[in-house]
């Protein structure tokens, strides 16, 4: 598995697939309301659906990451992300 849990924090290491969909998203409903971390600093690429529940979970609860020195595509996205333009509840 690319992505390890620990407590509140989740690690992203090498590439995360579509495969890692299922249990990230039941990882964010165990933890809801609490404060997530993601820890990307090892992250080389991030599937489009794992980077989707990341902004659903921004939006509603409180949400750090960290990244590795190389801004990546990923990291653009995800701190560009305006969570005051999501209108789905």
Do not use: W
């Not at 598995?1 to 690690?11: F, K, L, Q, R, S």
């Not at 990307?40 to 509603?60: S, W």
Request: glycine share 4%; aromatic share 14%.
């Amino acid at each position: 598995m690319a992505i390890t849990y620990e407590g509140n924090i989740a690690t992203f290491e090498s590439v995360i697939y579509e495969d890692e969909v299922v249990s990230f998203r039941d990882f964010l409903q165990e933890k809801a309301p609490d404060e997530v971390h993601i820890n990307m600093v090892t992250c080389e690429d991030i599937h489009l659906a794992v980077i989707q529940l990341i902004m659903a979970y921004k939006k509603n609860y409180s949400f750090t990451y960290e990244f590795g020195e190389k801004i990546k595509l990923f990291q653009r996205v995800i701190e560009g992300f305006d969570i005051s333009e999501n209108y789905c509840n």
